[in-house]
């Protein structure tokens, strides 16, 4: 088996709006084990993008971000299941019936295709959501770390593999949800790069000695006038 180095903590975001720029990323970033596929991408060229990353041997974060009711999330990861991808996706917002549906959903789905299950992990908070967001536009009358909290607890108590958070919370996730409980934080930035629409964000090293287990990243390398030597420079620093 090859060796995990602190490269294969890094899963990059191919947020581009076609199959082509997607290649051409891919193929320039040679060093990159791990991409995330999301909304823009998958609405745009669909899953032949998963064969390809397939076909070149990278692990695939299928970021669809679920939120639906139990009955269409369900059906959702059942057809999931058969891309065979590492990290599946669903707001922890659809709550716990839904939670749940999906995840036996996704499961018996793989069993069906003969292929391993996806993890199934739960959007906790949107990192580009700061706490007067929180309070003032969704109403929500929690501090936010208690509310990330709570959102990745359900996750946790509902069998889910994992929570997707904000560096910012990581920590404190990491405390009370334990090892076993797989944490992804995107919304990291370098001191060098641009925040963009991120609120909530720590740099790559500070997420990673908080408690996550992988950092998404994208326009901090993909936006990067050098893609090749952004992606260098976050792997050196995080040492
Ligand atoms: O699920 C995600 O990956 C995600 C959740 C979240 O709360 N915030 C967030 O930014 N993301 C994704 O992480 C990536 C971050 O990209 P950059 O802001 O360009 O580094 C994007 O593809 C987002 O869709």
């Known amino acids: 088996m090859k060796d995990t180095t602190i490269a294969d903590k890094i899963i990059v975001a191919l947020d581009v709006p076609s199959q082509a720029e997607a290649i051409a990323l891919i193929d320039k970033l040679p060093d990159v084990?791990?991409?995330?596929?999301?909304?823009e991408l998958f609405v745009s060229c669909g899953p032949e993008i998963i064969s390809i990353l397939k076909q070149r041997g990278k692990r695939i974060f299928l970021d669809l971000k679920f939120h639906?009711?139990?009955?269409?999330?369900?059906?959702?990861c059942r057809a999931a299941a058969k891309y065979n991808v590492d990290?599946?996706?669903?707001h922890s917002t659809c709550g716990k019936d839904a939670l749940k549906a999906a995840l036996v959903a996704l499961e018996s789905g793989a069993i069906a295709v003969d292929k391993p299950s996806p993890k199934?992990?739960?959007?906790?908070?949107?990192?580009?959501?700061?706490?007067?967001?929180l309070a003032f536009e969704l109403k929500v009358p929690l501090e936010l770390p208690e509310y990330a909290l709570h959102m990745a607890l359900l996750a946790k108590e509902t069998g889910l593999a994992g929570a997707v958070c904000s560096p910012q919370e990581v920590a404190q996730l990491r405390m009370?949800?334990?090892?076993?409980?797989?944490?992804v934080c995107p919304g990291v930035r370098p001191?060098?790069?641009?925040?963009?629409?991120?609120?909530?964000s720590m740099t790559?090293?500070?997420?990673?000695?908080?408690g996550a287990d992988y950092l998404v990243i994208g326009r901090p390398i993909t936006a990067s006038d050098d893609p090749v030597a952004a992606f260098a420079r976050i792997c050196e620093e995080l040492g």
């Not at 639906?68 to 959702?76: K, R, S």
């Not at 199934?120 to 967001?133: D, E, P, V, Y």
């Open 176 to 183: 009370s949800c334990g090892d076993d409980f797989l944490l």
């Open 204 to 210: 790559p090293k500070a997420a990673i000695n908080a």
């Open 87 to 90: 990290l599946l996706t669903i």
């Open 33 to 39: 084990s791990f991409w995330k596929v999301g909304l």
């Open 191 to 200: 001191k060098w790069a641009e925040g963009g629409d991120q609120r909530r």
């Open 120 to 133: 199934l992990i739960a959007i906790t908070l949107l990192t580009s959501l700061n706490s007067r967001q």
């Open 68 to 76: 639906d009711i139990p009955n269409t999330v369900a059906g959702a």
